[in-house]
């Protein structure tokens, strides 16, 4: 597990004042592979500890017109906040509450971005933080066939991206007697 922090410029545009402010970002990651990749016997190299099952939901609202969007996840852990500057034509982060988490899977991009406004991209990698955190919590020494999937829904101006994560966690047998 990784703990760093994100340095975001905000309410960067040009050559307009300039705020250097800290996203407090925990990032976490973890070794997944397909069964079929392992080249270890069930039983005899590892066992499988367990399925284990987490979720994130984040809900997308804009404000002001469509000139700001806010990331919020359901129970206030993190929101995001993003204003258009139409003199620069580009959307920038300009305030955020609480600490984005993010998980990556071994074979995913791993990097961590708020730059752009995707919900997708929080709700999933806050999921497989979630599920990482799970897995410690069993002793798992990775994970194998990961499934994830998001589902997107409007409740009102709302948009709600929940993405869930499952994977069976496996423990490594040692040589040691």
Known sequence: MTMACMFTMTSCFGPKKMTQ??????VNTINSVGLSELNL???????????????ATIIY??????EQVTL?????????VYRFDSE??????IDFDGIARFGFLSNDEGRVS????NPEYVARNLAIYRLI???????ADGVVEPVISTNVEQRGKEIVFKTTV????????TDAK
């Not at 708020?114 to 406004?117: A, D, G, K, P, S």
């Not at 955190?133 to 002793?139: P, Q």
Request: net charge positive; with cysteine.
């Open 21 to 26: 402010r800290i996203v407090p970002t925990a």
């Open 41 to 55: 016997k069930h039983g005899t190299d590892y066992t499988i500890v367990n399925t284990v099952t987490a979720d």
């Open 61 to 66: 609202s804009e404000q002001k017109k469509g």
């Open 72 to 80: 919020k996840e359901e129970n206030g852990e993190c929101k995001l």
């Open 88 to 93: 620069f034509e580009k959307w920038g982060l």
């Open 114 to 117: 708020l730059r752009e406004i």
């Open 133 to 139: 955190n799970a897995s410690k919590v069993r002793g």
């Open 166 to 173: 499952s994977a069976k966690l496996i423990k490594l047998k």
